[in-house]
Structures are given as structure tokens and as C-alpha cells.
């Protein structure tokens, strides 16, 4: 699977929009990019994901570039409990097994 | 999403004891389980895949003789880490696959703590 970079960490204020980004240039045709986030002493939680086109849900947006060698999840109206550290993941379709890099450690302020 | 519980959620044991943890979907009948590791300011990583009703595959590096792993019906899976060392106080995490679109339901993860 290809590899992803994102920042280390961020900072929101509350209330405004959370743009997190990931850059995965290597990634393949067949290769879907998945966002998961960690709340501390939790589990992962699953966001969204997307192949090409962008993707909304009830928590996020994702939004692909079209050379898909970058996206963007945004939490649209970030808040206290958004705190977390987000993992942007990019698995083949097929393959069950995902790879969590370091992530981005998001830091929203009242 | 799909319900997936850990058992315990916390355990302390002494060096040399060995110490069971359950992995249960709650709600949908997983194929596939997954047992990962997080050390303190780390990420997660994967410890091994554990396919109902097989041996569980390990990935490069983890002992298969030292963490045993059960799947043996659709939702339930045990991590059993045998003689355990202050070293392998961690946070361990499960998740449970095997739907359609691939997705990983997470546990909400077991801090053992070996003294």
C-alpha cells in the first residue's frame, strides 16, 4: 500500500473548519484512501473514504485532488471532542489490512 | 457503525503470569480479526490477521509462540499473551472486518500493564 505524509500536528479554534491534509503521491489506481481518527485511550474510529471523487458523510468531507496525489478531510464545524489524532490511510481494494502511519495530533481551542 | 468490545478493558499482572483478552463483534459476523499494538506516543501497529476457523497470519517480528490468537467462531477472537514481561505493557487494540467495503470496526482497546 502506499505510504502517506501528514502533518504532525494542527490547531482549530472551535467552531470553525478543521482542514486536515494528507499527501499520498504514490498512490495506485486501485488504492482507496481511508481516514480513521484516535481519541486518546480509544480505539480507532472510522471517518470516511474515497477513491477519485469526493466523498461526504455525517462526520467529514473528503476532498480528492484530481491526480489523487492529495486529499483533505474537513470537519466542518470542529469541536471540543474533535480533539484527536487523525490517521490518513491508503489501502488497495481487496486488502483488509491497514497501515497507520504517525498521523495529526488535532488540537481544537475553545 | 459495527459494535466491536474488548474484555478486559484494563488488567495488571505479574511478570511471568499470562493474561487472555476477548474480542467480540457485537453485531455483524466478522470474517476476519485483526490484533494490533500501541506503545505510549506511538502509532498502531499490527500485530497479526486471524481468519475464523485458521491459524492466525503474524507479521514480521511479533511471536506467534508468545501471542497466542484464537478465532474460533464469527465473532470472537482471544489474544493470549503467554509469560508476560513488563515489556509487553501496551495498549492493545482488536478490530473486526469482513463486510463488503472492507471496513475495520474497532475495539475500544485493553491497557495491560505487567509488573
Known amino acids: 500500500d502506499a505510504k502517506t505524509t501528514q502533518p504532525p500536528s494542527m490547531d482549530c479554534a472551535e467552531g470553525r473548519a478543521a482542514n486536515l491534509p494528507c499527501n499520498h503521491s504514490?498512490?495506485?489506481?486501485?488504492?482507496?484512501v481511508y481516514w480513521y481518527r484516535q481519541i486518546h485511550s480509544q480505539g480507532p474510529q472510522y471517518i470516511i473514504h474515497?477513491?477519485?471523487n469526493n466523498e461526504t458523510n455525517e462526520m467529514a468531507s473528503l476532498i480528492i485532488t484530481e491526480d489523487r496525489k492529495s486529499s483533505t478531510l474537513i470537519l466542518p464545524h470542529a469541536t471540543l471532542r474533535d480533539t484527536a489524532v487523525y490517521y490518513c490511510?491508503?489501502?488497495?481494494?481487496?486488502?483488509?489490512?491497514?497501515?497507520f502511519g504517525t498521523g495529526t495530533r488535532l488540537t481544537i481551542i475553545p | 457503525g459495527a459494535v466491536v468490545s474488548q474484555h478486559p478493558s484494563r488488567v495488571i499482572c505479574k511478570s511471568g503470569t499470562s493474561v487472555k483478552i476477548e474480542c467480540r463483534s457485537l453485531?455483524?459476523?466478522?470474517?476476519?480479526m485483526f490484533w494490533y499494538r500501541q506503545f505510549p506516543k506511538q502509532s498502531l501497529m499490527l500485530m497479526a490477521t486471524?481468519?475464523?476457523?485458521?491459524?492466525?497470519?503474524?507479521e514480521q517480528g511479533v511471536e506467534k509462540d508468545k501471542f497466542l490468537i484464537n478465532h474460533a467462531s464469527l465473532t470472537l477472537s482471544t489474544l493470549t499473551v503467554t509469560s508476560a514481561h513488563p515489556e509487553d505493557s501496551s495498549f492493545y487494540i482488536c478490530?473486526?472486518?469482513?463486510?463488503?467495503?472492507?471496513?475495520?470496526?474497532f475495539g475500544p482497546g485493553t491497557r495491560l500493564t505487567v509488573t
Open positions: 478490530s473486526a472486518g469482513g463486510g463488503e467495503s472492507y471496513e475495520q470496526y
Open positions: 504514490t498512490i495506485s489506481g486501485n488504492e482507496y
Open positions: 474515497g477513491l477519485k
Open positions: 490511510i491508503v489501502r488497495a481494494f481487496g486488502n483488509e489490512k491497514l497501515t
Open positions: 453485531d455483524f459476523q466478522a470474517t476476519t
Open positions: 486471524s481468519n475464523e476457523g485458521s491459524k492466525a497470519t503474524y
